[in-house]
């Protein structure tokens, strides 16, 4: 079981959050605008890298806040990345 | 008698009687269920798997592969190790895999018939027909031990604990990493599988630094337990390593009496593996006769227990080890025939032991036949001076040492052969571990003891930044330095040599694996399931691997090993499950009006988000469909009152909140009058329906949102991610008040009277307009009462604190009493909703369906310039195409049986189309229309009215009619009225 750094709650177990997926997908300002392609792409792949991912977390289980971690695919190692907010 | 007048720990003067296959014995206090089984001399220990061949004890301790028994007096556990099994007063447990007895096994045909069944047998033979018509007859004479039928009764839990240091492992190198660390003051956790502290020390006399072995053990733990920093565990074995230095250790018979197992969640900053080695048998022919034994376990019968398992022994080796055993054996009475040494030359203080005790060595010796079926008799020793037959009722051997690197293994860390002890051991660590002593493949306890006191020294330098010098010598051991050559039996020997005794996989069955060109040692494992059974390969798995490399003319350690993975011992259910047993796996959400429901008799049912509640209310006499009818006549007729307070009620202020819902629902709330409540539908981003319901305005920035039982989570986390990673320039806070509130619904034609009728503030008259909410006093307490209507009848909600509710239930339950108000179950609400043709998320709205389909065009605002889902939408439009819509449709057969999900097939009079058509996606008998409804998902459907189409059902298929879907009040003049 990963322990995962809450900047609010410090270093909790994993099973406290649930993981938001790969932050680099941003909702489009204009969806509007987006071509049939460029949607797809942001409902549904992911980048999935061999590597250092930053991924959305939520502690649902504790103080419900979201925030950025850089994960590790390989070795599971974490970097907090967030401050908490003011 | 095999017991020795003294020594051991076991205690002469309380004797236990227990029953092993059905026979009255006796053992002593202290005693395992094995170690009694060899003081009875009990030779016949279990069968073995695919042969049913006679097996006795190998080990001593978990890793035993033959001892699987079934445990009859706690509780009916199946597959128990006897090695593991504390001897208690009235104990009884019999073999597995034996029928009808371990002595004489009818599955022991199969031992004759192996020639025609090799390794991959089944795959080979059981393609020609459904692998079903097999099983019957295999899994009769297969399967190891037999599920219990009872309830467990046994009591567990799970606790978590944090540490600086953990230790796995109470051996010499384990106590003394516990030690050195301790001193640090930094927090250390040491556990240890067996019963007391000391690992083979507690078998084996061996001097440390001038102290006999108990002596030091004494002195170790006595200091660990003065410490306060240090929290040791007996009897409890570390199953597992996981992710970022978690490690589960399972705890047995703690000593709360009333608990059987506790698992511990252990997080450690460092985790020290002291776990030490199994001894690995010799591959030899009869290897796995009973009377067979590794050396180290005898040597641990006989100091532990004082039990002893033979009388004339032969001694096989092919490494240092076995000799320091012998002057036990010569201790106690043993007789060592013959030592058989796999070698051509002794080390030097091998020689000058056999030598003081005038024991024969046969150097280059072989073992080429063990004879005794049931117990050994005699074996044919091969050496530089031909073959002889030896007598004797007991052979000890060892083949080397396997470190238990499991829990590395499980890490992540990868293990290397290391040539010179011919053996796995831990290469580069992954994750905060360290292995130390045998573990790490250092056989000498003075080269562990030495390892774990730097180790554990750095270490917890790192963690506390304090310098600790002193403990990392080499102590003084007496010991035999550690010697082995691998030497492989040759082909040409006659009769079964094991490399695998639980799975009966022998020497052929891996020359055979590799005859049809497997090459993988992961795959002949999985071919000839070597390894593959509970005890996973513990003692047999190198010798598999040895072998493979051997066939395959590769050098040792070039194929690599196979994975370990977690647990290192079976864990049972019951501690994985801890105290959630029962009901309290999933704690059922109640309201303050389910002990009212219960106490009127209602059926419960499982709703969404773990709430049961009522389904339909049966009066004495009264099926199902009779209540239901009933509660929906009087809905429709009278008066109707339903909980609904396991819906989910969000409160959203702030200034942006209007501009939030209009970007959440697929129509505008911008524009919504405070006081008045509208029917929002939330879409998700791809363009499907995530839920629905009416949101009130309370105030300009101020908004209450009801949502769907099941959904509010969902919907919740929707809206709180949509707030907390996307729009995080939107001021709005969102809180969850679900929790606070009761909610109860009255509908029918009397709900305005029965209201009416209590005491209040609020004017229940036709200036309260559908979809109007109001706030005052009512019964004496606040509520807020909206005019809302799920059921298409006139309908009030009110929203009040829990703490009120059953009194406002109950007030209303005798304010209508002369309207004829009837509690309403979920079954009797969702008959109302078909009658209506709401369109329910997860039955019309499931993944496929739009709001288009669904005939919701009227709540879908695409000029605005944004809502989620909108996007996807516009690519449904854009798309075009045939889709499924929403219908409803009318069975030819007034009281037809249709079932949700029923297939819909052309009409086969006419139409003219073909294959599938849709679905029903809901269907009841209508109490109001008296006859059978459905609504359904249907190829182009909206154009389709009118028209016939066939509801397959399993046992009879019907003809309906489509049409619109909505079968009562099309213009809603009801609960508008
Ligand atoms: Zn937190």
Redesign the interface.
């Known amino acids: ?3 995962i750094p809450c900047p609010w709650c410090g270093l909790r177990n994993e099973n406290e959050f ?1 993981c ?1 997926g790969e932050a680099q997908r ?2 489009p300002a ?3 605008r ?1 071509t ?1 392609e460029a ?1 797809a792409d942001y ?1 549904y792949n992911n980048a999935n890298p061999k590597g250092v991912v930053t991924e ?1 977390w ?1 502690h ?1 289980s504790g103080c ?3 925030f950025k971690i850089d994960r590790n695919t390989l ?2 190692e974490i970097t907090p990345i967030e401050e908490l907010p003011e | 008698m095999t017991r020795l007048a003294n020594g051991g720990v076991v205690n002469r003067q309380r004797r236990l009687n227990f029953r092993f296959n059905g026979q009255e014995y006796q053992g002593l206090e202290g005693d395992t269920l094995a170690s009694a089984l060899v003081a009875n001399d009990v030779k016949v220990v279990g069968r073995s798997f695919k042969y049913h061949r006679p097996r006795g004890l190998l080990t001593c301790g978990p890793e035993e592969p033959n001892a699987l028994v079934q445990l009859l007096s706690d509780g009916d556990q199946p597959n128990l190790r006897a090695t593991e099994i504390r001897l208690t007063e009235g104990l009884e447990a019999k073999s597995v895999n034996c029928w009808p007895s371990a002595r004489f096994d009818l599955g022991a045909v199969n031992d004759w018939l192996s020639p025609i069944i090799p390794a991959g047998f089944y795959y080979k033979t059981f393609m020609a027909r459904p692998w079903d018509f097999y099983s019957r007859f295999i899994r009769k004479a297969a399967g190891l031990g037999r599920l219990p039928t009872e309830r467990d009764r046994g009591r567990y839990e799970r606790v978590f604990h944090h540490t600086d240091l953990l230790v796995v492992g109470a051996g010499p190198a384990g106590l003394r990493a516990a030690q050195v660390a301790a001193i640090s003051g930094a927090d250390v956790m040491l556990v240890d599988m067996q019963m007391s502290p000391g690992g083979h020390l507690l078998f084996h006399s061996r001097e440390i630094e001038g102290k006999a072995g108990a002596e030091w053990i004494a002195e170790v733990t006595a200091e660990l337990k003065g410490r306060r920093n240090v929290t040791c565990l007996q009897n409890t074995t570390a199953t597992g390593y ?3 230095n ?1 490690v589960l250790a399972v705890e047995h018979e703690p000593e709360a009496a009333w608990l059987r197992e506790r698992l511990w ?1 252990i ?1 450690a900053k460092k985790v020290v593996i002291a776990t030490g080695a199994v001894e690995r048998p010799l591959v030899f022919p009869g290897n796995d006769r009973p009377g067979v034994m590794l050396t180290d376990a005898v040597a641990r019968y006989v100091s532990r227990f004082a039990a002893v398992p033979g009388q004339r022994a032969v001694v096989y080796t092919n490494n240092s080890t076995a000799y320091e055993h012998l002057e036990l054996m010569l201790s106690v009475g043993i007789s060592v025939e013959q030592v058989v040494d796999l070698r051509a030359t002794l080390g030097e203080a091998e020689r000058e032991l056999v030598q003081r005790n005038s024991i024969e060595v046969v150097t280059n010796g072989r073992i080429i036949g063990v004879e005794g079926r049931s117990a050994v008799r005699d074996v044919r020793v091969a050496g530089e001076s031909g073959i002889r037959s030896v007598s004797c009722d007991l052979v000890c051997h060892s083949g080397g040492w396997n470190p238990l690197i499991h829990l590395y293994s499980h890490a ?1 860390g990868k293990s290397v052969f290391d040539q010179e002890s011919a053996t796995f051991i831990p290469g580069e660590p ?1 994750q905060a571990v360290h292995c130390v002593g045998a573990a790490n493949g250092t056989f000498s306890v003075a080269g562990g003891l030495g390892e774990a006191a730097g180790i554990a020294g750095s270490l917890v330098e790192e963690l506390t930044g304090k310098q600790l010098g002193s403990y990392s010598s080499r102590p003084e051991v007496a010991e035999i330095p550690y010697g082995i050559n691998v030497i492989w039996p040759e082909k040409t020997l006659k009769g079964k040599a094991f490399v695998d005794f639980q799975n009966d996989v022998t020497t052929a069955d891996i020359a055979l694996a590799v005859r049809e060109n497997f090459q993988s040692i992961e795959h002949v494992k999985r071919y000839t399931t070597a390894g593959m059974a509970v005890d996973q390969g513990k003692v047999g798995n190198p010798n598999v691997i040895g072998l493979v490399t051997k066939e395959l003319g590769e050098q040792q350690g070039s194929v690599g090993t196979t994975t370990f993975r977690p647990p290192f011992m079976p864990v049972s259910f019951g501690v994985i499950g801890g105290s959630e047993q029962g009901q309290l796996i999933i704690p059922a959400r109640t309201t303050p009006i389910t002990r009212w429901n219960i106490a009127q008799g209602a059926a419960m049912d499982e709703a969404g988000a773990n709430f049961r509640r009522p389904f339909y209310f049966p009066r004495a006499g009264e099926s199902m469909d009779d209540a239901v009818a009933r509660e929906a006549r009087a809905a429709r007729n009278a008066c109707g009152i339903y909980d609904g307070t396991p819906l989910g009620t969000f409160e959203l202020q702030g200034p942006d909140t209007a501009e939030l819902l209009n970007r959440l629902y697929t129509n505008r709330f911008d524009n919504l009058l405070i006081g008045r409540g509208r029917f929002g539908l939330m879409l998700r ?2 363009g499907r329906f995530l839920d629905d319901g009416v949101t009130f305005r309370v105030g300009p920035h101020h908004y209450l949102m009801s949502c769907g039982t099941g959904a509010a989570g969902v919907v919740y ?1 929707h809206i ?2 949509l707030l ?3 729009w995080t320039d939107l001021k709005v806070y969102l809180v969850n008040v679900s929790a606070g509130l009761a909610t109860m619904c009255v509908c029918g034609p009397y709900a305005r009277d029965v209201l009416g009728g209590v005491e209040t503030d609020i004017d229940f008259d036709e200036s309260f307009r559908f979809m109007d909410f109001r706030e005052g006093r009512f019964a004496g307490v606040s509520v807020r009462i909206a005019r809302v209507s799920y059921t298409g009848e006139l309908s009030f909600e009110i929203n009040v604190a829990r703490r009120h509710a059953l009194m406002i239930w109950t007030t209303l339950m005798n304010a209508g009493q002369n309207y004829g108000i009837t509690p309403i179950g979920s079954e009797t609400s969702g008959v109302l909703r078909i009658e209506k043709g709401f369109v329910s998320p997860g039955h019309e709205g499931d993944n496929i369906t739009n709001p288009f389909d669904a005939g919701m065009a009227w709540i879908v605002d695409m000029e605005k ?2 809502f989620i889902g ?3 939408l ?2 449904d439009l ?1 798309l075009g195409g045939e889709r499924q819509h929403v219908v409803g449709l009318l069975p030819d057969k007034h009281r037809a049986l249709v079932a949700d999900g029923s297939a819909l097939l052309p009409d086969p009079g006419g139409s003219g189309r073909s294959g599938f058509q849709g679905h029903v996606t809901a269907a009841c008998f209508s109490p109001t229309l008296e006859r059978t409804i459905a609504l359904a998902l249907l190829k182009d459907g909206h154009h389709r009215h009118g028209e016939k189409v066939l509801i397959s059902g399993l046992e009879q298929s019907c003809l309906a009619t489509v049409t619109a879907p909505v079968f009562f009040d099309p213009q809603g003049q009801r609960m508008r009225g």
């Open positions: 079981m990963l322990e649930i938001g941003k909702r204009d969806p509007d987006e049939d949607w409902l959305w939520w649902v419900t806040l979201w070795t599971h | 996981y992710d970022h978690m969640h997080r992540g992954v981003e791809d986390a709180d991610r907390q990673t996307e310039p944004d909108k996007r996807s516009r690519r854009d």
